[in-house]
Nanobody, 116 residues
Framework: QVQLVESGGGLVQPGGSLRLSCAASASIFSFNVMNWYRQAPGKQRESVASITSGGTTNYADSVRGRFTISRDNTKNTVYLQMNSLKPEDTAAYYC??????????WGQGTQVTVSS
């Protein structure tokens, strides 16, 4: 069992920045894809960004150009740098690790609130 712990959420004004971290209890090198999802109240959980073991990234249209996902295999940590935040980015943000043989792990989430 792999534990994923998100951190870095908080309250920020529109236009501000936050960096989320997802620390894994085991090596993330073996996971094919590391992902960030978010879920706003009353809405479905949606994919925000992903990064493969080879470093290929993908972003939702709503965050492309503002958010950057990265991974540090030496620290077993995935990051989500969020710039130019908007009120509609307010949500709980979750980390997900996907690997072979059905390995699929989620973190508990960290809250991001964008408000003046």
């Amino acid at each position: 069992q792999v534990q994923l712990v998100e951190s870095g959420g908080g309250l920020v004004q529109p236009g501000g920045s936050l960096r989320l971290s997802c620390a894994a209890s085991a090596s993330i090198f073996s996971f094919n894809v590391m992902n960030w999802y978010r879920q706003a109240p009353g809405k479905q959980r949606e994919s925000v960004a992903s990064i493969t073991s080879g470093g290929t990234t993908n972003y939702a249209d709503s965050v492309r150009g503002r958010f950057t996902i990265s991974r540090d295999n030496t620290k077993n940590t995935v990051y989500l740098q969020m710039n130019s935040l908007k009120p509609e980015d307010t949500a709980a943000y979750y980390c997900r690790a996907l690997g072979g043989r059905g390995r699929d792990y989620w973190g508990q989430g960290t809250q991001v609130t964008v408000s003046s």
